[in-house]
């Protein structure tokens, strides 16, 4: 597990800062987003610090994929019939947290295309 110390998904993954976990491997950490954008809103993260889904994709293609499988592991449980699942890589694409990290959404009629 590599951290970086000013990142504030790291300090979640380390336990630094509290956060509402729903899953957790050694890979992966699941948390709910703390500005809920539908009724679901959980933010699946690497426990690795990596900057954004490209280089995740690049460093680790197995635990980008286990991040989709955590994704509809979640939206099963809930009993979503649909969901949305979410890169935003760069910060012209809404990235505001430089720890790569997927948007699970769902539990709402999701409009396309998205702003
Ligand atoms: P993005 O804009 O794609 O980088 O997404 C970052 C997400 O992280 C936003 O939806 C924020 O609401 C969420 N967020 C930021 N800080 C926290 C935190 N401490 N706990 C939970 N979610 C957070």
Known sequence: ????????FCAIVNGG????VVYRDENILAFNDVDPQAPTHVLIVPTLHVENSAQLALISPTTTAQLFTVAAHIA????????????????????????????????????????
Request: proline residues 4%; glycine residues 14%; charged residues 15%.
């Open 76 to 115: 099963a449980q809930r009993g979503l019939t649909g969901f949305r699942t979410v890169f935003n890589t760069g910060a012209e694409a809404g990235q505001s947290v430089f720890h790569a990290h997927l948007h699970l959404l769902g539990g709402r009629r999701l409009a396309w295309p998205p702003g």
């Open 1 to 8: 597990m590599v951290l970086d110390s000013a990142c504030v």
């Open 17 to 20: 800062i509290s956060a509402d």
